[in-house]
Nanobody, 126 residues
């Protein structure tokens, strides 16, 4: 099983980035996919989910600025991030799971996703 994130980098406030997560080794269509982020000394934050039925949800902090999507043919999930703010600075992780807990808090593991990528750094400067 492998989840590989890409697309992170450094941008100025107001800029945009598009993260990609390429998945292999499991049934992508049967999985809920999530994007998480964690900044130093902060808890793991669930940024966005796209469920296997295509429904989406977002953290209040990113609503209206971030958009999650997937391409089942490419086994890839995307996170389009617009109007980036310095507080969006974090390591972003994608995760996949068949029965996750979207209401958890604290550590990333508490969300009970089965598979995780290695993370990609997003840095937004003011």
């Amino acid at each position: 099983v492998q989840l590989q994130e890409s697309g992170g980098g450094s941008v100025q406030s107001g800029g945009s980035l598009r993260l990609s997560c390429s998945a292999s080794g499991f049934t992508f269509d049967d999985s809920d996919m999530g994007w998480f982020r964690q900044a130093p000394e902060n808890e793991c934050e669930l940024v966005s989910i796209i469920s296997r039925d295509g429904s989406t949800s977002y953290a209040d902090s990113v609503k209206g600025r971030f958009t999650i999507s997937h391409d089942n043919g490419k086994n890839t999930v995307y996170l389009q991030m617009n109007s980036l703010k310095p507080e969006d600075t974090a390591v972003y992780y994608c995760a996949a799971g068949s029965d996750p807990n979207p209401y958890a808090a604290g550590t990333c593991g508490a969300y009970e996703y089965s598979y995780w990528g290695q993370g990609t750094q997003v840095t937004v400067s003011s």
